[in-house]
Every structure is written in C-alpha cells, then in structure tokens.
C-alpha cells in the first residue's frame, strides 16, 4: 500500500508565487490533517478536514487554503507564497472517530522553500 | 490551551547504552497518548499508544509508561543502536464529541554514536 502520497517533494518558489501541494491517501480513512514543521517548533496543524466535505482551520492557518476534493486527496494552496511559510509540510490522514484510536499516518513530506 | 512538554530537547548515547525520553502533558479530556518516531527526512510513525488504563506497553526495545496522574509518560529504549537516531514525538489526543483532537511535543532529538 502507497498509504499517504504528497507531491511534489521539493519546490522553490519566489515570493508572490503560488502554488498548491497535492496529497493523497488509500487507506480510506476520514480524516485528513496538514501540517508544517519548522525547527525548533514541532509540528503545528494548519488545516484539517473530519471528513469529506467539511475542513477546519488549525493552529496556524493564514496565508493557506485547502480543498477537501474527495474522501482520498486533500490539498493545501498557498496564494502568495512568503518567506515565512519556507517550511517542510506534512500530509496526513487517520480513521478518528468514534471508538477509533485515531493513528495518524504521515506522508514523506513536502520541503518547500520562499525565495 | 492543551501542552505537550518534552525533555530533553537533545540528547547524545552510546551505541548499546539505555535512554530514557520524558514527556508531561496537560490535556483534557484525555483519550490516548502515541509515542511517534520521526527519521531525518522522513514523516513520523507511530511507535505505541498508551490509553488512561494502561501503565506499560512495550514495543520491541521501546518501553512507553503512563501515568495517568501525574500525567506523565516517558519511552525508554533498551540497547540502543544506531538506527533509533531520530527524532520522538509525545502526542496526546483529546476525545472531543468522538473526534480525536492531537497535540504535539517539539520532540526530543536522540543520536546514537559508535
């Protein structure tokens, strides 16, 4: 099983730029989480999506929108890309629910750097 | 505001030696707490869960203790080898109205030399 795929796994951008990161996963869980990790600050969620159709905004979500396109791809668009969102960006997704432990599964991680 | 806390931030063995990584947590109302692995470059996977009943779980050479009081949870890993080089994420969910609700610790990065 490819479980969680995000593309693209590099990419440099200008600032102004925009660009969207891809992800996808197989496991056909519900739930579905973004998030960014930079050093020194651990993983903090941007988005997040309970389940198709409805998506949320987490602990740092300016500057980012994302689309919920069905229960299997979740992606994540910055319009005008800054400095600041220079960053490695996790995919993840997991079966949270009720009576569910709720493992998140992570992709491989998009570096993305604003030039 | 739920917190998850870690230490140490670094920490630097010897190839076969034992280690000890701690994590505190304030985080309510309580559902499960999962020990991640994270290798450089690559996403976190998960190592154990640990839920409010349970004291000990072991997972190979991982050993994961909560207690549930103190809300406290350390991973101890036995005869380290090289490959354990990475970085551990504590993450503690929140059960909110049957959604799992994740916080993360900055993590604590671990080297293993030779």
């Known amino acids: 099983n490819a479980g969680v795929t995000q593309t693209p796994k590099f990419q440099v951008l200008k600032t102004g730029q925009s660009m969207t990161l891809q992800c996808a996963q197989d496991?056909?869980?519900?739930?579905m989480y973004w998030y960014r990790q930079d050093p020194g600050m651990g993983l903090r969620l941007i988005y997040y999506s309970a389940s198709e159709g409805t998506t949320d905004k987490g602990e740092v979500p300016n500057g980012y929108n994302v689309s919920r396109l069905n229960k299997r791809e979740f992606s994540l668009r910055l319009e005008s890309a800054a400095p600041s969102q220079t960053s490695v960006y996790f995919c993840a997704s997991s079966e949270a629910g009720q009576g569910r432990s709720g493992e998140l599964f992570f992709g491989e991680g998009s570096r993305l750097t604003v030039l | 505001k739920n917190q998850v806390e870690q230490s140490p931030q670094s920490l630097i063995i010897l190839e076969g030696k034992n280690c000890t990584l701690q994590?505190?947590?304030?985080?309510?109302?309580?559902?499960?707490l999962r020990w991640y692995k994270q290798d450089t470059g690559r996403g976190p996977v998960s190592l154990t869960i640990m839920t409010f009943s349970e004291n000990t779980k072991s997972n190979g050479r991982y050993t994961a203790t909560l207690d549930a009081d103190t809300k406290q949870s350390s991973l101890h890993i036995t005869a380290s080898q090289l490959s354990d080089s990475a970085s551990y994420i504590c993450?503690?969910?929140?059960?909110?109205?049957?959604?799992?609700?994740?916080?993360f610790g900055r993590g604590t990065s671990l080297i293993v030399h030779p």
């Open positions: 496991m056909n869980h519900n739930s």
């Open positions: 993450v503690v969910s929140a059960n909110s109205g049957g959604s799992y609700i994740p916080t």
């Open positions: 994590c505190n947590y304030t985080v309510s109302p309580f559902s499960n």
